[in-house]
């Protein structure tokens, strides 16, 4: 087909247009994501088998509440244009490659990856198929809360009726991989520090009240029946995993309510003595946290209620 057109009296453009030819091409699409879903690793060596329907196997692990997971998806689309010869999308299992993510605090490895069906056969009545892919991830480490994200480059071949490879040099298909790690720990207050009701001392002196409710006085009078207690909580943690005590000030300043007359509380101690491990079991478990410190009065101390707050920090090991 020829286009003219007319710049000048006896001078013309010729503009030749090509005729335009469809071509024959395989797309392949990532439609589902490897998604392991929120876990809480409970050993340090664990491990999850996801199959191809998505459902998965832990080992070392747990998870809480509702858990959204699946298997990978890759789907495969052919443009037959004007072919009728049906293709096979193939994938062998015995040559998949592994994946390593490097979390914080740990390692993520995915291998031994397993399909739902080595091929698909892709005609022009049919273009399109999908192939599910799971896999077995192994966590060495315990992971920071977090969401980690990877991919892994699956090899395929394209083939005829017959077997024969139609394209050697296929480029592979990638698949994303994800999952998410949690370290839940909850702590709730039942039992308020006191240190009892004092006589205000000619010396200075102090109130050492141990986690077990213990006290030991050095210059200072404690009148009977003051209703001196340690500070109490429950801790709600994985089992068996190592806990990490601390406060969030190591000398409390307390005051009168006119902020007027003040002592300090220092020297904090816990039982079970920082750091320490959760009881033995499955899931979350819960451990009774004592906590005590020493009250550092003055001499001749002001009359009054002292009040005051601190927080107490858990963190895992």
């Known amino acids: 087909m020829f286009k003219i057109i007319k710049f000048i009296t006896f001078m013309f453009l010729y503009l030749l247009i090509p005729p335009c030819f469809a071509e024959s091409y395989l797309v392949v699409e990532n439609t589902g994501i490897m998604n392991l879903g929120k876990i809480v690793l409970s050993q340090k060596e664990s491990s999850v088998k996801l199959d191809t329907t998505?459902?998965?196997?832990?080992?070392?692990?747990?998870?809480?509440g509702t858990h959204i997971k699946n298997?990978?998806?890759?789907?495969?689309?052919?443009?037959?244009?004007?072919?009728?010869?049906?293709?096979?999308?193939?994938?062998?299992?015995?040559?998949?490659?592994?994946?390593?993510?490097?979390?914080?605090?740990?390692?993520?490895?995915?291998?031994?990856?397993?399909?739902?069906?080595?091929?698909v056969v892709l005609t022009p009545d049919n273009p399109s198929g999908n192939i599910n892919i799971g896999a077995t991830v192994e966590?060495?480490?315990?992971?920071?809360?977090?969401?980690?994200?990877?991919?892994?480059?699956?090899?395929?071949?394209?083939?005829?009726?017959t077997g024969v490879v139609l394209i050697d040099d296929t480029p592979d298909a990638t698949l994303q991989?994800?999952?998410?790690?949690?370290?839940?720990?909850?702590?709730?207050?039942?039992?308020?520090?006191?240190?009892?009701?004092?006589?205000?001392?000619?010396?200075?002196?102090?109130?050492?009240?141990?986690?077990?409710?213990?006290?030991?006085l050095d210059n200072v009078t404690l009148l009977s029946n003051s209703g001196a207690?340690?500070?109490?909580?429950?801790?709600?943690?994985?089992?068996?995993?190592?806990?990490?005590?601390?406060?969030?000030?190591?000398?409390?300043?307390?005051?009168?309510?006119?902020?007027?007359?003040?002592?300090?509380?220092?020297?904090?101690?816990?039982?079970?003595?920082?750091?320490f491990n959760m009881p033995s079991g499955s899931g979350m478990v819960d451990q009774v946290l004592?906590?005590?410190a020493t009250l550092n009065v003055e001499a001749?101390?002001?009359?009054?209620?002292y009040t005051g707050s601190f927080t107490v920090n858990l963190t895992y090991e």
Do not use: H, W
């Open 177 to 216: 991989v994800m999952v998410e790690t949690d370290n839940p720990i909850e702590v709730s207050v039942t039992e308020n520090m006191n240190f009892g009701t004092i006589i205000s001392p000619t010396t200075a002196g102090t109130v050492v009240l141990s986690p077990d409710g213990k006290v030991t």
């Open 229 to 275: 207690t340690a500070g109490q909580a429950v801790i709600s943690a994985v089992a068996g995993r190592s806990i990490q005590v601390s406060v969030s000030t190591e000398n409390l300043t307390i005051k009168t309510s006119d902020n007027e007359n003040s002592m300090t509380v220092s020297k904090f101690t816990f039982s079970p003595t920082s750091p």
């Open 290 to 292: 004592g906590v005590g």
């Open 71 to 119: 298997a990978g998806v890759l789907s495969f689309i052919y443009n037959f244009d004007n072919e009728n010869t049906p293709k096979v999308v193939m994938i062998n299992e015995e040559i998949m490659p592994t994946t390593t993510i490097e979390g914080d605090g740990c390692t993520i490895k995915f291998s031994n990856f397993i399909v739902n069906k080595t091929s």
């Open 139 to 161: 966590v060495s480490g315990f992971c920071k809360t977090d969401t980690y994200k990877g991919s892994i480059n699956i090899p395929y071949n394209l083939a005829d009726e």
């Open 300 to 305: 001749n101390q002001p009359a009054g209620n």
């Open 54 to 64: 998505g459902n998965i196997e832990l080992t070392g692990a747990f998870v809480q």
